[in-house]
T-cell receptor
Framework: NAGVMQNPRHLVRRRGQEARLRCSPM?????VYWYRQLPEEGLKFMVY????????ESGMPKERFSAEFPKEGPSILRIQQVVRGDSAAYFC???????????FGPGTRLTVL | QKEVEQNSGPLSVPEGAIASLNCTYS??????FFWYRQYSGKSPELIMS????GDKEDGRFTAQLNKASQYVSLLIRDSQPSDSATYLC??????????FGKGTRLSVIA
């Protein structure tokens, strides 16, 4: 049973480019969460999605960031016009519909030059 | 604003000793409590979950919860160098997202 999958594992972008991060939840999980971790910082919640619905985006910056979880395919976190401050590890987690436990993917480490 | 507080450490313990990690939280409505372990450069992995007051033991790990004091702790018995990592406390109310503390760095000295 595959765990949460994320790709790419490492992503390098120049300032002003777009970054697309992908997450496939564990089999049977329909809830996806995105967290960001800055160096030496804790995990900060960004957005919580179910298939075709954004449930909670209270942690998402108002500009340049968007997320989706389509009916088919992985969840996508999109960052437009990246800046150096976007450099961080982005973790996706998934949970089953009725369960409180989150299982994390390996993360995507974004570096903005 | 829901907050989860942890001492950042580092907490250094000798091999074989008991490591005690503490966490307090601000939201009295919190219902689910978790400890995750994160090695440097890796993703968080679940160590323990606890939902009711008291102790919960799993191997060398014991989680303790006191909802009245809004306090949750993790004890690691017979600490090993491989336990050296950052331990993240996380708290959840219903279906709201997990709120994490900044983590405590544990160093087990051989």
């Amino acid at each position: 049973n595959a765990g949460v999958m994320q790709n790419p594992r490492h992503l390098v972008r120049r300032r002003g480019q777009e970054a697309r991060l992908r997450c496939s939840p564990m089999k049977g999980h329909s809830h996806v969460y995105w967290y960001r971790q800055l160096p030496e910082e804790g995990l900060k919640f960004m957005v919580y999605l179910q298939k075709e619905n954004i449930i909670d985006e209270s942690g998402m910056p108002k500009e340049r960031f968007s997320a989706e979880f389509p009916k088919e395919g992985p969840s996508i976190l999109r960052i437009q016009q990246v800046v150096r401050g976007d450099s961080a590890a982005y973790f996706c987690a998934s949970s089953p519909p009725a369960g409180p436990i989150l299982f994390f993917g390996p993360g995507t480490r974004l570096t903005v030059l | 604003q829901k907050e989860v507080e942890q001492n950042s450490g580092p907490l250094s313990v000798p091999e074989g000793a008991i490591a005690s990690l503490n966490c307090t939280y601000s939201d009295r409505g919190s219902q689910s409590f978790f400890w995750y372990r994160q090695y440097s450069g890796k993703s968080p992995e679940l160590i323990m979950s606890i939902y009711s007051n008291g102790d919960k033991e799993d191997g060398r790990f014991t989680a303790q919860l006191n909802k009245a004091s809004q306090y949750v702790s993790l004890l690691i018995r017979d600490s090993q160098p491989s336990d050296s990592a950052t331990y993240l406390c996380a708290v959840r109310s219903g279906n709201t997202p997990l709120v994490f503390g900044k983590g405590t760095r544990l160093s087990v000295i051989a």
